[in-house]
């Protein structure tokens, strides 16, 4: 495998870096390049007590939503066949490209099921760091911002979350965005494979407990008898 001195690095992070700036300028607000640049902090906080490749962890962080399947008719294809054009494109190491594209296409939830065919270090680190940005204040803002880019409603009583989706129907649920929180962003939290990951998920993970307990109370008008108890 080639050895990449620091500044060949950084040069290829650099550019990287501008690629998904550009191609994600118009991006649905969830999954835009801001959304990048925090799991792409989160990665690297991360991967700091990890014994895994940085800069490989780095570039698949960068390019790991380059082209959600969600935005490209389902085809789960596409985000690795990108990052491959790009990769290939900078003249990166085969092996590295290989190892960023197999990160991409096995990094996202789908409903909870993984079929286990790939694994490295460096995956769980990436995992970890988007599934930080799908908790907390950060993740209760996406799911209603994506609810909302899908003309979902907020919340109702009468549907109940779905905990046994297929893949496929997890990735055609056309239910309400609350539901949303228990079938996939209050699993999260047991599934970080990272103690700093772990860590983070704890959190954040209370904030959306507490906000449900609001939400729900202002829902039912409870929130007002509570106050004059």
Known sequence: MMSYSPEAKRDILDR??????????????????????????NARHIAEGEEVDSFVVELAALLHDI????????????????????????????????????????VSFKGGHQDGSFHSAELAVVQDADRLDAL????????????????????????SPNLHMSVEEYKHSTAPTINHFYEKLLLLKDLMNTETGRKMAEE?????EAYLEQFYHEWNGTETSRKEA
């Open 16 to 41: 990287t870096l501008e690629f998904v700036k550009t191609s994600l300028a118009q991006a649905e607000g969830g999954h835009d390049w801001w959304h990048i640049q925090r799991v792409w902090t």
């Open 67 to 106: 082209a959600d399947s969600k935005f490209h008719g389902g085809d789960e294809e596409v985000g690795p066949r990108k990052a491959r054009q790009f990769l290939e494109s900078l003249a990166v190491d085969e092996p590295i490209v290989d190892h960023v594209v197999q990160i991409i296409r096995h």
């Open 136 to 159: 907390g204040a950060i993740g209760i803002a996406r799911a209603f911002n994506y609810g909302g880019h899908k003309g979902r409603g907020l919340y109702d009583p009468a549907i």
């Open 204 to 208: 954040r993970h209370r904030f959306m």
